[in-house]
C-alpha cells in the first residue's frame, strides 16, 4: 500500500477498519480498528497495532500475551475506507486461546473463483501467496512450533526438541527422512503417510530451531517455480 492519504479517514471518524488475515494459511483472525498513528506505528516495528476504542490508546496485539502478528502486508479496498492486513501470527490470536477470534474460520482450500479467472494484481504479496493450496494447516503447525519454542511449556515433547539442541533435532529429520524412503518402497500407503507427517513435523522444528520457518521454504519453492 502507498501513501495513506488516499484513505477516507473521515468516513469512520478517524477510524478504518482492518480485518487480518494469516499469510500463510489465508485464515481470518480477528477484526481491529486502526487510526493513521497505529497503521505508521504498525509499518515502522513490524508489529500489527490497532486503536483500541476502550482504552482510548494504541495496542500492540502481543503486547501482554507475546502473540504478536508480524506484518507482511497491507491493502486498501476498493473504496479505500477498509483495510486488509495479511500477517503471520506468533502463537493463538484469540484470547480463547483458539487460532481465529472467528471459531471456525476455515483455512484456504484453493483460489477464490475470481482469483481463478483474473488473475491478483501482480506484484504484491497478497498476489505472490495466492497460488492454490490445500494444506493450510501447515502454517498453524508452523505457529504451534513457533509458540512452543518462545514458551518451552513443561512436558511437551516439542521442548525437549528444543532444548535438545540443534544437532539433536537434525538427527531425527535424518532419522524420519530414512523411515519415509523405507516405508515409500517396502511399506503401505498409511505408514509412507504417518512417515512424511513425522517428517514434516521434525523439518518444522529444525527450520524453528535456525530462526526460519516453513513459509521461507515455501518461499523459495515459488521463487524457483516462478525462474
Not at 504498525?42 to 482510548?56: E, L, Y
Not at 482450500?109 to 501467496?129: D, E
Request: proline residues 4%; negative net charge.
Amino acid at each position: 500500500m502507498g501513501t495513506t492519504d488516499t484513505l477516507d479517514w473521515a468516513k469512520g471518524e478517524g477510524l478504518l477498519p482492518a480485518v487480518v488475515q494469516d499469510a500463510d494459511t489465508l485464515r481470518v483472525l480477528m477484526l481491529g480498528y486502526m487510526n493513521e498513528e497505529a497503521l505508521r506505528v504498525t509499518r515502522a516495528c513490524g508489529h500489527v497495532t490497532f486503536f483500541s476504542r476502550s482504552k482510548q490508546r494504541l495496542w500492540t496485539k502481543g503486547e501482554t500475551s507475546g502473540h504478536f502478528l508480524d506484518l507482511v502486508d497491507i491493502q486498501a479496498d476498493c473504496d479505500n475506507d477498509t483495510l486488509l492486513v495479511l500477517a503471520r501470527p506468533h502463537g493463538h490470536t484469540c484470547h480463547l486461546q483458539r487460532p481465529s477470534c472467528f471459531a471456525e474460520a476455515p483455512a484456504a482450500v484453493g483460489v477464490g473463483a475470481a482469483t481463478a479467472a483474473n488473475g491478483p494484481s501482480r506484484g504484491s504479496p497478497i498476489a505472490a501467496m495466492a497460488a492454490p493450496t490445500d494444506i493450510g494447516f501447515l502454517g498453524e503447525l508452523d505457529a504451534l512450533i513457533a509458540q512452543r519454542h518462545a514458551q518451552r511449556p513443561e512436558g511437551s515433547y516439542t521442548t525437549r526438541l528444543f532444548e535438545g539442541g540443534t544437532r539433536r533435532i537434525a538427527q531425527k529429520v535424518g532419522e524420519e527422512g530414512v523411515e519415509t524412503a523405507l516405508a515409500g518402497v517396502a511399506q503401505g500407503d498409511a505408514e509412507l503417510l504417518g512417515e512424511s507427517a513425522d517428517l514434516l513435523y521434525h523439518l518444522t522444528v529444525l527450520l524453528r530451531a535456525r530462526g526460519l520457518s516453513l513459509a521461507d521454504a515455501v518461499a523459495v519453492l515459488r521463487q524457483r517455480h516462478a525462474g
